[in-house]
């Protein structure tokens, strides 16, 4: 008698238990559900959505602000990477050296020209704001590159 006793308290024991743990579990996620919805994480949320593109942003946002001409490696990375690596709006890869071989041709002069005043797809200054000087830094690190 007294062992059935104990094994039922058991069994009520771990059924309250149980019912607590989900209460409090329950209302956790309750809570975190009605601060997504109360405070300013729809912007948060809007923010993250947006990530990769705030970050291509951020990227030419920060150009200008840089203390100091960039030499043309960071330039490179931040800006001009984002088309020259991948191919993306039908840039030229910075790998692919057919593809630079008549553009290299035209010399310095001339793709610092169509990079100041943008070409087809490539908005002016690789849509960045690039002093000349760095302009002329980063076009020579391509012409490097792509040769
Ligand atoms: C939005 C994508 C994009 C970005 C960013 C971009 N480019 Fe381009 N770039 C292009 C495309 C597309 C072309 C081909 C244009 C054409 O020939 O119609 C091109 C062509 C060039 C050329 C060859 C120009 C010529 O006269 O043939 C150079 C040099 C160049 N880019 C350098 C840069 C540099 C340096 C940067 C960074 C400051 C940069 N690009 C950023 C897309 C981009």
């Given at each position: 008698?007294a062992?059935?006793?104990?094994?039922k308290?058991?069994?009520?024991?771990?059924?309250?238990?149980?019912?607590?743990?989900?209460?409090?579990?329950?209302?956790?996620?309750?809570?975190?559900?009605?601060?997504?919805?109360?405070?300013?994480?729809?912007?948060d949320?809007?923010?993250?959505?947006?990530?990769?593109?705030?970050k291509?942003e951020?990227?030419?946002?920060?150009?200008p602000?840089?203390?100091?001409?960039?030499?043309?490696?960071?330039i490179?990375?931040?800006?001009?990477?984002?088309?020259?690596?991948?191919?993306?709006?039908?840039a030229?890869?910075?790998?692919?050296?057919?593809?630079?071989?008549?553009?290299?041709?035209?010399?310095?002069?001339?793709?610092?020209?169509?990079?100041t005043?943008?070409?087809?797809?490539?908005?002016?200054?690789?849509g960045?704001?690039?002093?000349?000087?760095?302009?002329?830094?980063?076009?020579?690190?391509?012409?490097?590159?792509?040769k």
């Amino acid at each position: 008698m007294a062992e059935q006793h104990s094994s039922k308290s058991i069994m009520w024991v771990t059924i309250i238990v149980a019912t607590v743990l989900i209460a409090i579990v329950y209302a956790l996620t309750v809570n975190k559900g009605s601060s997504n919805a109360n405070t300013s994480s729809a912007a948060d949320e809007a923010d993250i959505r947006i990530q990769p593109v705030a970050k291509f942003e951020l990227a030419k946002a920060e150009a200008p602000a840089a203390s100091g001409p960039r030499d043309g490696a960071t330039i490179y990375n931040t800006v001009c990477g984002a088309c020259h690596n991948t191919g993306a709006a039908g840039a030229p890869k910075i790998d692919d050296k057919a593809a630079w071989a008549s553009r290299l041709a035209s010399g310095k002069d001339a793709l610092i020209k169509s990079v100041t005043n943008g070409k087809g797809a490539m908005p002016a200054k690789g849509g960045a704001t690039l002093s000349d000087a760095e302009i002329k830094s980063v076009v020579e690190y391509v012409m490097g590159k792509a040769k």
